[in-house]
């Protein structure tokens, strides 16, 4: 039976300043965002780029470690535990993707622009640029 090691103090002490500040950060967004409803398209575009920044961080974790157990060895054995953590935030990340499904219109002009997505000039091109084919991706 293995037991569960305890944090390291700073860790502990730390965690639920850094889940309150979080939460209060995502609670002035959303109060920012019905207030300045003139701003909205802007908010979005700044949550994208934020959420593609941090996305960067499970993504690339997932890619080194699966690196790792494929090659196998010794030289990532000290970073095998942070990359699992890393990438066990995709859910995460998931989680905050849900709002630029509602305005996604709003993002990308070929979502509701048949010129930009090519209709008429090639179906794959069209195929391609069609929401479906960005959010089937993206949910799987």
């Known amino acids: ?20 500040a979080g939460g209060v950060g ?7 965002l019905l207030i300045n409803a003139h701003h909205r398209e ?25 690196l790792q157990h494929l090659t196998g060895g010794g030289w990532g054995l000290a970073l095998r535990r942070p990359l699992e953590t890393a990438a066990r935030t995709l859910p995460l990340m998931a989680l905050f993707f849900i709002p630029l499904f509602f305005v996604l219109g ?11 997505r090519g209709v ?10 069609s929401l479906g084919f960005y959010v089937v991706p993206t949910v799987l």
Request: hydrophobic share 55%; with cysteine; glycine share 6%.
């Open 120 to 129: 008429g000039t090639s179906n794959l091109r069209a195929d391609y640029l």
């Open 42 to 66: 802007q908010f979005f575009r700044s949550w994208l780029l934020a959420y593609l920044f941090w996305l960067g961080i499970p993504l690339g974790s997932c890619a080194i470690l699966m």
């Open 26 to 32: 995502i609670l002035l967004c959303i109060i920012g």
């Open 1 to 20: 039976m293995s037991e569960i090691e305890p944090l390291h103090p700073l860790l502990d002490r730390i965690g639920r300043p850094a889940l309150i």
């Open 106 to 116: 709003k993002l990308y002009i070929w979502v509701n622009d048949p010129v930009a």
